[in-house]
């Protein structure tokens, strides 16, 4: 029995060192931060500071539960508990490359997916510059 509260108590003091960061959209049809390095169990939190903006998951570790999509100008926050790469863009601009790259816990392993989305020319390039930017300070 003492065991489970041990465990109980070290669970809880992990989470006491996961983070929050956050994203605004910008008036340039453009995510604050494009590429997110984040641990197992951080947060992100997605800010409408400008309007016409949202979030739409369009891969990560497990396609059968990513985030759902969010409304136009609103706040979003997800908890990411899975490590991999995930990726989103915003569903009125993404051909145009508003798109954003996270890697939780450093893991790379679902880069082939990731690489293999279907995207418009220009979200290519900008997805091959983020996957770039995400393994220079991996
Ligand atoms: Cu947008």
């Known amino acids: ?6 465990l109980f ?18 008036a340039d049809d453009s995510y604050s931060v494009e590429v997110a390095k984040i641990d197992v169990g951080d947060t992100i939190e997605w800010l409408p500071k ?8 369009l891969g990560g570790p497990d396609l059968n539960s990513l985030p759902k999509k969010s409304d136009l100008n609103a706040f979003y ?4 508990n899975l490590p991999g790469i995930y990726l989103y863009h915003c569903t009125p601009h993404g051909n145009m490359g508003m798109l954003g790259l996270i ?6 392993h679902n880069l082939e997916d990731i690489e293999g989305i279907e ?20």
Not at 1 to 6: H, P, S, T
Request: aromatic share 12%.
């Open 1 to 6: 029995m003492k065991i489970i509260y041990l």
């Open 9 to 26: 108590f070290l669970l809880l003091s992990l989470n006491i060192y996961a983070g929050t960061i956050q994203i605004e959209f910008t």
């Open 50 to 57: 400008n309007e016409g903006h949202n979030v739409e998951f």
């Open 77 to 80: 926050s997800v908890t990411f």
């Open 103 to 108: 890697v939780v816990g450093n893991d790379f």
């Open 119 to 138: 995207l418009s020319h220009l979200a290519k390039s900008v997805l091959e510059r983020f996957i770039r930017i995400a393994k220079s300070n991996s």
